[in-house]
């Protein structure tokens, strides 16, 4: 299917592109991989006057890594991430769970700050920015700000941002060497959005338990959620065999989705619960 006709706008200076947004209040959209935002025009969900490409805006390709975390620019492409070294141990969930994204093609084209802001309630990078307590720092015509993950994602395609706001930057917290991690998925296909997974780190004290326990699942709800209850399972607790099969159940225990033409609710409810599993045996497993 054709677009709806748009205007096209191309600014040098994020100022620049705030203004543009907020001149259209509300009826303009930032255009950044277009990987969501153009089959969205093509099905005619949204049909904007004007579409601000952030392209020329290339302080938002930065990733910046320092002791107090990871920095991505809204316009980091997944396969700039796989491609970064670096991330292997300044943030190795990220790097396991952006493996997921999607095709060799759209992982080419598809941004950070697009997903985020897209807000697919089973996409990865919403998923780990709410388990990893990222902050997303956005600039609107009233300035900076900077948004916790847990207030960003607000439903299913809904976030915090306001209609002038775009997407600058997305903070995720230092990562400590000998952190256990996991990350697993189920998709129908490799690349595909997740029926469910699970991200999940935790710290280990020198008695050999589990602390600082987050766990986070994705494509079980209108958003990516935490499950503070499996968290307490694990928090105080040797990571073992029954601590894993409690923590399973605790799982299922603590959502209840929605079925839909990809699988039933009971289904997603159970493929939860096993992905939590694997993901704690996969950071078990984990030599420090
Ligand atoms: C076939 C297919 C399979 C896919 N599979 C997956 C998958 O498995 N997992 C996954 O996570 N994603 C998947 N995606 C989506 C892909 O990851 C997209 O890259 C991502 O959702 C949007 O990023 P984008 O840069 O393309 O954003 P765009 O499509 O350009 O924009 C998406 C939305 O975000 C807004 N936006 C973009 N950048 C900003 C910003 N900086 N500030 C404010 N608003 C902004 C736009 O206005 C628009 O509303 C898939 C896409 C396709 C087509």
Redesign the pocket.
Known sequence: MKMPPFDYACPATLPEAVALLAAHDGDA????????????LAFRL?APKL??D?RKLTD?RAIKITPDGVALG??V??CDIEGDARLRTAHPLLIAAVA????YQ??N??????????A?P?????GIALTCEAEVV?MGKAGMRTIKAADFFQGALTTA?TVD????EIRLPGWPAGRRWGFQEF?RRR????LAAAALFYDMDTSGRASNAHVGVIGVADRPLRLRSVEAVLNGAAVDTATIAKAEAATTAAIDPDSDIHASGGYRKALAGTMVERALKMAAEQTP
Do not use: N
């Open positions: 959209k930032v255009l950044a991989g277009g990987q969501s935002l153009i089959p969205i949204a579409l601000v952030l938002l809204a316009m492409r997944w997921h994204v999607a095709h759209i992982r084209r598809g941004t950070v700050g697009g997903s985020m802001a897209h697919d089973a996409a990865e990078m919403p956005v941002l706001e775009i997407i600058v998709a690349g595909d959005f997740a």
